[in-house]
């Protein structure tokens, strides 16, 4: 089941002035880029991709909705909006990104487990046909 995620892009939140941050540290601009909408990025990059399997157990491979990440600029610099875009939306995507990145490696050790019990029932059946052609030989030639 494919669930529906649209990503509205990023946004900012741009507070100039003589504002301070969370900190307290007095600045002349925080810029604060957010990335919402990726609940179930991975999920649906997992179901639209050519994995031999369909995730069922979402839950495991949701990410957050939103992600956010500010960038202040202390009194002393001079204040660069564009820039402080730049390095807000980097931030952000680092941290998508690596949330991201982690559900990933999560559904290859699913796979990794799915790949093992897929042999070991070949290994059996293998086995069983070895022993039943060994057996009808013996009855044909005996």
Same mark, same amino acid.
């Given at each position: #089941?494919?669930?529906?995620?649209?990503?509205?892009?990023?946004?900012?939140?741009?507070?100039?002035? !003589?504002?301070?941050?969370?900190?307290?540290?007095?600045?002349?601009?925080? *810029?604060? $880029?957010?990335?919402?909408?990726?609940?179930?990025?991975?999920? !649906?990059?997992?179901?639209?991709?050519?994995?031999?399997?369909?995730? *069922?157990? /979402?839950?495991?491979?949701?990410?957050?909705?939103?992600? $956010?990440?500010?960038?202040?600029?202390? #009194?002393?610099?001079?204040?660069?909006? /564009?820039?402080?875009?730049?390095?807000?939306?980097?931030?952000?995507? @680092?941290?998508? !990104?690596?949330?991201?990145?982690?559900?990933?490696? @999560? $559904?290859?050790?699913?796979? /990794?487990?799915?790949?093992?019990?897929?042999?070991?029932?070949? /290994?059996?059946?293998?086995?069983? #046909?070895?022993?039943?052609? $060994?057996?009808?030989?013996?009855?044909?030639?005996?």
């Amino acid at each position: #089941m494919c669930k529906k995620s649209v990503k509205s892009g990023v946004k900012y939140n741009i507070a100039t002035g !003589n504002v301070s941050r969370r900190d307290g540290v007095p600045s002349q601009g925080i *810029t604060t $880029a957010k990335l919402c909408n990726t609940r179930y990025d991975v999920v !649906n990059l997992l179901n639209n991709s050519k994995a031999p399997f369909a995730v *069922t157990d /979402e839950s495991r491979y949701v990410l957050p909705d939103c992600y $956010a990440a500010s960038t202040s600029c202390l #009194m002393t610099d001079t204040y660069n909006e /564009e820039k402080g875009k730049t390095i807000a939306k980097q931030k952000c995507l @680092l941290k998508y !990104n690596a949330d991201k990145l982690e559900k990933i490696d @999560l $559904a290859l050790a699913d796979l /990794e487990v799915i790949r093992k019990r897929l042999l070991t029932q070949k /290994e059996i059946i293998t086995g069983r #046909m070895t022993r039943d052609k $060994a057996a009808l030989a013996e009855e044909v030639g005996g």
